[in-house]
């Protein structure tokens, strides 16, 4: 096929406005379009690929010259002879600089890279976070920015090896928190998940790496469980220099079996105190988001010495919402660490109990020393426990037993702070555990 029709440049400069010509052809699939973007010519190469006819942009004269354009002709030429595209080479070429781009923008921005197990997880996050309570999605962002993004955040998700995801698990357990590696563990694989679902992967690393870390231990509350010794700690709680508020807080807290937020974070429009009833919102039980939203609350019935000591309270802060105020700012609650601080204060270590640690000791004594039902006891605790036909117990269900266990729970405590019936059985350091 003859090439090189047009005999130069000066031919090109020739051409003028109103010229009746559409292009000039320089033969075998090269030629000019005349007049395509406003003044300027625009070079095109037809050719066969494949048996279909495709086009080929070799940009615009006179900035591409008459022999820069059949150089590029050439080229192109010699690609088609190779099985090659130039087409799609182009294609390809251009949305590999896009993405080198998007990249570079997104490094400027502080984001991680597309399609890496970072930007994968944060998406995954945003889908579920919608499900779940602020406290515990917040611990799990917390623990990938910490333990995992470091280390394979910018990788791309689909070249994440188990070897690589291991490496990452073992830091945490170096650091002797074996609960934490397996929750991140858990973590990631919901993320290499999701990506499988999305297309980003066609893998999830994480699968078979849970039986190569070493067992977490059972973790248990420190508690108190010999009567003798609890009864020591509640002599020691009446006689405490502190506020009201924290001596109050101090009196209820081992007797209502409720956890330390549920306490602390009580406000007065839940407590009836002519109906001896504390009616807990769900949203500040530990439930999942669904059930704090749209699930029943939890019902306290108290005790009379329970009903006295908050009698004597609302006289300092029943004028206003919280129960148990902070000290310097009256309209939120006292600090998560006010308990605990009143018992190390009173020379009880960290190791022997805390203030979640009364919830076991009330478990085990009022089963063990009171001989109440499990079931009546777990109700109390709020525990999700099912019975023996699978149904969860309702939060509603033995109020009148949970009552009457309550007051003889009361009772007991005042006999222990007496010093009354303290029979010691075997001592246990930790009781079982009360979540």
């Known amino acids: 096929m003859p090439r090189h029709l047009i005999s130069s440049d000066a031919t090109i400069r020739a051409v003028r406005g109103g010229d009746p010509r559409k292009r000039l052809s320089d033969g075998d699939g090269l030629y000019l379009l005349l007049f395509v973007k406003g003044g300027a010519h625009g070079w095109r190469l037809d050719y066969s690929f494949q048996g279909r006819r495709k086009t080929l942009s070799l940009g615009t004269y006179p900035s591409t010259t008459l022999a820069i354009a059949r150089r590029k002709a050439d080229a192109a030429r010699e690609k088609v002879a190779d099985g090659l595209d130039p087409s799609q080479e182009r294609r390809e ?29 944060r998406e995954w996050f945003e889908v579920k976070r919608g499900g779940w309570a602020k406290g515990y999605a917040d611990k799990i962002v917390a623990r990938l920015e910490a333990d995992v993004f470091p280390y394979v955040g910018s990788a791309p998700v689909a070249g994440v090896t188990p070897v690589q995801l291991l490496e990452v698990l ?4 170096a650091r002797g928190v074996v609960e934490t590696a397996h929750r991140a ?21 994480a699968r078979d790496l849970k039986d190569a870390l070493r067992r977490p231990e059972p973790r248990h509350f420190p508690a108190i469980t010999d009567p003798k010794r609890f009864g020591e700690l509640l002599r020691a709680c009446d006689a405490y220099a502190a ?22 974070f009580a406000e007065w429009p839940e407590i009836d105190l002519d109906a001896a009833m504390w009616t807990v919102p769900a949203v500040r039980m530990k439930r999942e988001l669904r059930e704090k939203l749209h699930g029943a609350p939890h019902l306290v019935p108290l005790p009379r010495q329970a009903v006295a000591v908050l009698r004597d309270l609302h006289k300092l802060t029943g004028h206003a ?5 902070g000290e310097r700012h009256h309209h939120r609650a006292m600090s998560e660490n006010t308990i605990n601080a009143a018992l190390r204060a009173m020379g009880f270590s960290a190791d022997e109990v805390t203030g979640h640690g009364f919830r076991a ?26 019975d023996s036909l699978g149904r969860a117990y309702n939060r509603t269900e033995f109020v009148e037993q949970r009552r009457a266990m309550l007051q003889s729970w009361a009772d007991y405590l005042d006999k222990l702070r007496r010093g009354a019936d303290v029979v010691t059985l075997r001592k246990v350091k930790h009781a079982r555990p009360s979540t």
């Not at 506020?243 to 602390?264: H, N, S, W, Y």
């Not at 919402?321 to 105020?325: N, S």
């Open 321 to 325: 919402t919280m129960v148990f105020r």
């Open 243 to 264: 506020t009201p508020v924290v001596r109050a807080a101090l009196k209820l807290a081992p007797m209502l079996l409720l956890r330390p937020g549920e306490l602390r």
């Open 361 to 386: 000791t009330a478990r085990m004594m009022l089963h063990e020393r009171l001989g109440f039902s499990p079931d009546v006891i777990e109700a109390q605790l709020a525990h999700s426990v099912r």
């Open 185 to 205: 563990l858990e973590n990631c694989g919901q993320v290499f998940r999701y990506a499988v679902a999305t297309g980003r992967s066609t893998t999830n690393p």
């Open 93 to 121: 070429e251009r949305a590999a600089h896009a993405k080198a781009r998007v990249a570079e923008e997104r490094q400027q921005q502080g984001l991680p890279p597309v399609d890496s197990f970072e930007a994968v997880a």
């Open 170 to 173: 073992r830091r945490v357990e």
